[in-house]
C-alpha cells in the first residue's frame, strides 16, 4: 500500500546526460510564507463576509464568533498538514497524503474529483470575480456596452492565459508574483483596517451601533440554529482556504522539515488576526443591510469613505485575485503532476519541460479544465462545491496520521500534534464534510457523488488489469513531443517501503 517506487518509461525523451529532470529546489521560507498567504488571502474576504452575515441572520457579533472558529478550525487543521507535510515530504499535498497514510484508492479518488471538479471549480470563481472587478476598474457603470457579463469573462480569461503562461515558462518570476502580491494583498488589508480605526476614533456612532454587545440580537441568534451556523462556518473557511499551499510544493522547498512548522505558525495565525480586524472595520463604515446587500464589500467600503478609496478597492481586490490565481495554479496543478507518478494518472502529466522544468502538462490539463467552468454562473456555489469536495477526503487524510503513526512508528517526525487535537481536528472535518449535504444540497455535490461512482469503477478496471494509465502510447508521445516535456525522478523521498 505504501510503495512509492516510480518506474521511468524507457521511450521518453531525456537531457543531454540521459537523465530524468528534477524539479528545483528553490522556494526558502519567506517565500513558502508568501506562498501561503497569496493563497489564503484571495477573493474569499471581500466576497466572503456578506455571506457569512446573511447565515447569521444578519447578526453581527455572531458573524464575528464565525470569523473567530473559523480561523481556530484553520489553525488545528494546519498543524496536522504540518506533521503530514514534515514527515511526507513529497509534493502534492493531499493526494501524497493520503496516498502514504491509507492508501491508493482515496489518493486515486481525490486526484480525479480534484483535477475534473475542486481546482477548476476555484479557479474558475477566481477568474469570475476577477473579470467583474476589472470591469469596474476599466469601464465605468453607466457605460453602454452590448453584453457586459461576457466582457467580464473576457477580461478575467485573458489574465489567467497570461498567468498560465508566467507558470509555464518562468517559475522563478511566478515565484516573484506571489511574493508582491503577497504584499500587495496585505497592503490593501491594513489600508483597510486603518481607515476603520480612523472611524472608530472620530466618528463611532455606526461603530458603536453595529459592534455594541447590547446590539446582539439573541433572538435571531437563536434562530440562526446549527445549520445556518454550519452554513456559515462554510462560508468563512473559503476565506481561510490554502494553508497547506506550501505542500503542494514540497519537493520545490529548500528545507521542508524546517520550514513547514515555521510557515504554518506564521501565517494562519497571521491571516486570522487581519481577517478580524478586516471584518471590524468593514462594520465602522457600512451598516449589516448594507453589508448584507453587497456582492463586492470591500468596493462598498469604499464608496462610502471616498471616491478615491474605491477606485484603490478595486484595483487592490484585482491584484489580489491575481495573485490567488497564480498560486493556485502554481499549487493545483502539483496534484495531477504527483498521480501521474503514482500511477494513477497518464504518466504524461508527470512530466516536466525540458527547458523551464515546470510541469507545463498538468498546468495545461488544470487551465484548460477551469475555463470550461467559468460558464457556472453562481460564485458561492462553486465555493460550497469545492469545499464539499475538499473536506470529504481531508476525513481520511486527518485520520491517517493517527493510522500512520500506528504503522510506522519509527517514521522520523520532525513536528508532531497533540493526538486529541488530531481526533478534534478529524471528528470537526467529518461534521463539516457533511454540513451541505444535509442543509443546502446543491445539483454539484449530486454530481460529485456520481463522478466518486464513476472513478471508483475506473480504479478497480485498473486494479483488474483491464485499463492502464502508465506508460508512453503513440499519443502521448506525440503530445511529449509537442510539449517538450519529459520524465522527472524523486530525489530524498519518504521510504514508505
Not at 478615491?308 to 493545483?332: D, E, P
Not at 478534534?424 to 445539483?443: E, S
Not at 516535456?485 to 530525489?491: A, G, I, L, N, R
Amino acid at each position: 500500500m505504501f510503495n512509492s517506487e516510480i518506474k521511468m518509461p524507457s521511450s521518453a525523451i531525456m537531457e543531454d546526460d540521459d537523465k530524468p529532470v528534477k524539479l528545483r529546489r528553490h522556494i526558502g521560507t519567506f517565500h513558502g510564507m508568501c506562498t501561503v498567504v497569496s493563497l489564503m488571502v484571495g477573493s474569499g474576504i471581500f466576497a466572503v463576509p456578506s455571506g457569512v452575515l446573511r447565515y447569521c441572520k444578519g447578526d453581527v457579533i455572531m458573524s464575528f464568533i464565525v470569523w473567530g472558529v473559523g480561523g481556530v478550525i484553520a489553525m488545528i487543521s494546519a498543524l496536522c498538514v504540518a506533521e503530514l507535510g514534515s514527515t511526507i515530504r513529497e509534493s502534492g499535498a493531499w493526494v501524497s497524503f493520503l496516498f502514504h497514510t491509507v492508501g491508493r484508492l482515496p489518493s486515486f479518488l481525490y486526484a480525479w474529483l480534484a483535477l475534473t471538479m475542486a481546482n477548476p471549480e476555484g479557479l474558475a470563481a477566481q477568474i469570475a470575480v476577477l473579470g467583474e472587478y476589472m470591469t469596474k476598474v476599466i469601464m465605468r457603470d453607466d457605460c453602454e456596452f452590448p453584453n457586459r457579463i461576457a466582457a467580464q469573462k473576457c477580461f478575467g480569461i485573458s489574465v489567467f492565459l497570461i498567468v498560465v503562461a508566467i507558470n509555464i515558462t518562468n517559475i522563478k518570476l511566478a515565484v516573484k508574483i506571489q511574493v508582491f502580491t503577497a504584499f500587495a494583498k496585505t497592503a490593501a488589508l491594513v489600508t483597510i483596517i486603518v481607515i476603520g480605526a480612523i472611524r472608530l476614533v472620530t466618528d463611532d456612532t455606526l461603530a458603536k451601533e453595529n459592534l455594541s454587545l447590547a446590539s446582539w440580537n439573541q433572538t435571531s441568534a437563536t434562530h440562526v440554529g446549527i445549520s445556518g451556523f454550519s452554513l456559515a462556518i462554510y462560508q468563512s473557511l473559503w476565506a481561510y482556504n490554502g494553508y497547506e499551499a506550501v505542500t503542494y510544493v514540497t519537493e520545490e522547498l529548500k528545507n521542508p522539515k524546517r520550514s513547514i512548522p515555521i510557515i504554518i505558525y506564521c501565517t494562519v495565525p497571521f491571516v486570522t488576526v487581519l481577517y478580524l480586524c478586516v471584518n471590524v472595520a468593514f462594520l465602522t463604515v457600512l451598516t449589516p443591510e448594507e453589508t448584507l446587500s453587497s456582492r463586492a464589500v470591500a468596493v462598498s467600503f469604499g464608496q462610502h469613505v471616498h471616491p478615491s478609496v474605491t477606485y484603490l478597492m478595486m484595483t487592490s481586490v484585482c491584484l489580489t485575485l491575481i495573485g490567488s490565481m497564480n498560486t493556485a495554479l502554481l499549487v493545483s496543478t502539483r496534484m495531477p503532476f504527483v498521480s501521474g507518478r503514482f500511477g494513477h494518472m497518464p504518466e504524461f502529466l508527470s512530466m516536466a519541460h525540458v527547458k523551464y522544468v515546470s510541469p507545463s502538462p498538468a498546468i495545461l490539463l488544470v487551465a484548460g479544465l477551469a475555463l470550461l467552468m467559468v460558464s457556472a454562473n453562481s460564485f458561492e456555489i462553486l465555493v460550497t462545491a469545492r469545499q464539499f469536495i475538499q473536506r470529504s477526503f481531508q476525513v481520511f487524510t486527518y485520520g491517517g496520521i493517527l493510522y500512520l503513526r500506528r504503522t510506522k512508528p519509527n517514521l522520523p517526525r520532525p513536528f508532531m500534534v497533540f493526538t486529541p487535537l488530531v481526533i478534534l481536528t478529524t471528528l470537526i472535518t467529518l461534521f463539516l464534510a457533511i454540513v451541505p449535504l444535509a442543509f443546502q444540497p446543491q445539483p454539484l455535490y449530486i454530481l460529485s457523488v456520481a463522478f466518486l461512482a464513476v472513478f471508483s469503477a475506473m480504479y478497480f478496471l485498473i486494479w483488474k488489469g483491464w485499463l492502464h494509465m502508465t506508460g508512453i502510447g503513440k499519443v502521448g508521445l506525440i503530445l511529449q513531443k509537442l510539449l517538450l516535456v519529459v520524465p522527472t525522478s524523486k530525489e530524498e523521498m519518504m521510504n514508505f517501503t
